[in-house]
C-alpha cells in the first residue's frame, strides 16, 4: 500500500487527487490537503465582482466530493515540507502535526507578494479571493466619475482578469449613462505581446480595447502606490480615482523546502512532471516554473500528467506521460469574447477566435465543474 499525499486544493491538487483515485487500486491510500474546504473556481471572480453571478456560484465545498471518490480530505495549513524523511509538518487546522507519505502531489500554488508594492494593502483593490473580487465589486458599484487604473505589477502573471474586468466596467458605465466621465486605462508592465505571450492576441486586443475607448499604457512597472497616484519604473506618476491591480507572483512559501526552486519561487520540474532531483514528489499548477501566464488550463494538464507518472511509479511501470506548455484561455467580454490558444514549447502563433460562444463556452465550463465538484 501506498501513503499518497497531495498538497492544495485548487485545479492542480484536485484534478491530480481525482485522477490518483481512477487510476491506483483500492489498496492505495490518497489524502488531499488545503487549508480551505472552498474550492475557488477563479475564472469567474471577475464575473462575480460585476455581479454576474452569486458567491455561491464560484465557491464549492470540496469535502464530501473528495470522499465520495474515496480521497480524505484535511482541511489544515501545509507549513514545511521535509522531502528526505517524506514528511509534510501541518501548522494548525483540522489535523496538527505530522503526516508522512510515499508519494506527494505539491499543488500549493502560488504568493501574492503584495509587500513587494509599496502601499499596495493601503491603496489597491486585487480580485484574486472572493473576498477582494466582492470589496473590488462594491468599489466599482459605487464609481461614477473619474479615472480607473487596472493593471498587472511585474512579475503578476494573469492578465486576462485585467481585460475582462476593463471591458466589463465600460459596459457597465455604458449602460448605466455614465461612460464619458469615466477614463479607463490598463497598465502593462511589458508590451503587450510579451504580457499575452503572443502578438495575434495582442493585436486583437489592442483592437478591441480602442473599440472601448480605453486607454493602453505599456512597458510602466508599478513600484509604489499612495491613496490615487502609482510611481512607475520610468518615473511617472498615474494618477487615479480608483485602482484594482494584479499583484506580484512568488511561489508557495513551502516549496522553498524542495531546495530547488527558482529565483521567485517556483518549482523546477521535468517533463514529467516530477521535482527536479526527487525520486517521488511531483508538482502541479501554479507553484512549477513555466513561462508565460500561469492559467488554470495548464494546472489540470500538468496534474494529469503528474498523477499518471505517479500511479505507473507505484505500480512500477515506465512513466511515459509528458507536459507540453500550451496556453488556452478565453476573455469574456459578451459578444466579442476572444478565444487564445497557443503551443508555447513551439516558435509558432497562436490561434485567435472572437464570438458571443466563447462567453458561454466560459461559463459552461464553470457549470460543469460546479456539477461535478459541488
Ligand atoms: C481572477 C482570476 C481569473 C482567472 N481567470 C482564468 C481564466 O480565465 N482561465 C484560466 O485558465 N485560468 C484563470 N485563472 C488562473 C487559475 O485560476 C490558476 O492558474 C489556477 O487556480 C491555479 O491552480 P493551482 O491549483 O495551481 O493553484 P490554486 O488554485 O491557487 O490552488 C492552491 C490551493 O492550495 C491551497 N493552499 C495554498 N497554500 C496552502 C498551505 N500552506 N496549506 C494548505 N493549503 C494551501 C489554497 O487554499 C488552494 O486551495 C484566473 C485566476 C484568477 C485569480
Known amino acids: 500500500m501506498a501513503k499518497v499525499l497531495v ?22 491510500q490518497i489524502t488531499l490537503v488545503s487549508r480551505s474546504r472552498q474550492f475557488v473556481f477563479y475564472p469567474a ?4 465582482a460585476f455581479g454576474q453571478c452569486e458567491k455561491e456560484d464560484v465557491s464549492f465545498d470540496l469535502r464530501n466530493t473528495m470522499l465520495s471518490r474515496r480521497i480524505n480530505f484535511v482541511d489544515a495549513e501545509v507549513a514545511h515540507v521535509n522531502p528526505d524523511e517524506r514528511k509534510v509538518t501541518i501548522a494548525h ?5 505530522i ?23 493601503e491603496h489597491a483593490h486585487h480580485l484574486l479571493n472572493v473576498d477582494k473580487a466582492i470589496t473590488f465589486g462594491k468599489a466599482v458599484a459605487a464609481f461614477e466619475q473619474g479615472r480607473v487604473v487596472l493593471g ?43 504580457e499575452l505571450a503572443d502578438a495575434t492576441a495582442a493585436a486583437a486586443l489592442t483592437e478591441t480595447l480602442e473599440t ?26 498615474i494618477d487615479f480615482n480608483l485602482l484594482m491591480l494584479v499583484p506580484p507572483f ?26 527536479m ?44 506521460a509528458r507536459y507540453s506548455h500550451e496556453m488556452r484561455y478565453v476573455l469574456d467580454q459578451g459578444e466579442d469574447s476572444v478565444y487564445v490558444h497557443k503551443d508555447l514549447s513551439q516558435n509558432g502563433t497562436a490561434t485567435v477566435r472572437h464570438g458571443r460562444f466563447w462567453s458561454w463556452a466560459k461559463e459552461v465550463q464553470r457549470k460543469y465543474w460546479e456539477a461535478t465538484h459541488s
Open 99 to 121: 503526516l508522512s507519505y510515499d508519494y506527494l502531489v505539491f499543488a500549493l500554488g502560488r504568493r501574492l507578494a503584495t509587500e513587494k508594492i509599496t502601499g499596495f494593502y
Open 7 to 28: 498538497l492544495g486544493g485548487g485545479f492542480g491538487g484536485v484534478v491530480a487527487a481525482e485522477r490518483l483515485a481512477l487510476l491506483l487500486g483500492d489498496e492505495h
Open 152 to 194: 498587472q505589477c511585474f512579475g503578476a502573471r494573469l492578465p486576462v482578469p485585467v481585460y475582462e474586468s476593463a471591458f466589463a466596467l465600460a459596459r457597465l458605465l455604458e449602460s448605466k449613462g455614465k461612460r464619458d466621465g469615466v477614463r479607463i486605462t490598463v497598465v502593462s508592465p511589458d508590451t503587450l505581446e510579451t
Open 277 to 320: 532531483g526527487h525520486q517521488r514528489i511531483y508538482a502541479a499548477g501554479d507553484c512549477v516554473n513555466f513561462a508565460g501566464p500561469k492559467m488554470g488550463h495548464m494546472a489540470i494538464r500538468q496534474a494529469d500528467v503528474a498523477a499518471a507518472n505517479l500511479a505507473a511509479e507505484i505500480d512500477g511501470q515506465a512513466r511515459t
Open 93 to 97: 487546522g483540522q489535523v496538527q502535526g
Open 45 to 48: 471572480l471577475v464575473r462575480l
Open 212 to 237: 472601448y475607448n480605453i486607454e493602453l499604457l505599456t512597458n510602466r512597472r508599478i513600484q509604489s502606490l499612495t491613496q490615487n497616484s502609482a510611481t512607475t519604473n520610468t518615473g511617472d506618476a
Open 250 to 275: 512568488r511561489g508557495s512559501s513551502a516549496a522553498k523546502y524542495l531546495g530547488v526552486t527558482n529565483d521567485e519561487g517556483f518549482i523546477q520540474v521535468d517533463a514529467s512532471m516530477r521535482v
